[in-house]
Nanobody, 116 residues
Framework: QVQLVESGGGLVQPGGSLRLSCAAS?????????MGWYRQAPGKQRELVAD???????NYADSVKGRFTISRDNAKKTVYLQMNSLKPEDTAVYYC?????????WGQGTQVTVSS
């Protein structure tokens, strides 16, 4: 009954910006869940990019610190990832996650390609 729908991915040149959005729908009290973004590049394992707790505490991978910002809007049941100063190595499929203890929900993934 819970669905995560991602949007905002696409092709961008190095140095450009994108904003990813992930909207949750269904029977979920979103304010008590942690929310996060993961990515998987070709030939690589899925890795955590950023997450944000129910209290608003954030965590970022070292590779994106200072460039990416995660935020959430509980009223809209949405988590965002603002990506600035994009690099070719940011190219990956980005996945939204919503979780709490043993519960975990995933989005379908959205492609981000950084290339000239």
């Amino acid at each position: 009954q819970v669905q995560l729908v991602e949007s905002g991915g696409g092709l961008v040149q190095p140095g450009g910006s994108l904003r990813l959005s992930c909207a949750a729908s269904g029977s979920i009290f979103i304010s008590i869940y942690a929310m996060g973004w993961y990515r998987q590049a070709p030939g690589k394992q899925r890795e955590l990019v950023a997450d944000i707790t129910s209290g608003g505490s954030t965590n970022y991978a070292d590779s994106v610190k200072g460039r990416f910002t995660i935020s959430r809007d509980n009223a809209k049941k949405t988590v965002y990832l603002q990506m600035n100063s994009l690099k070719p190595e940011d190219t990956a499929v980005y996945y939204c996650n919503v979780g709490m203890y043993h519960l975990s929900y995933w989005g379908q993934g959205t492609q981000v390609t950084v290339s000239s």
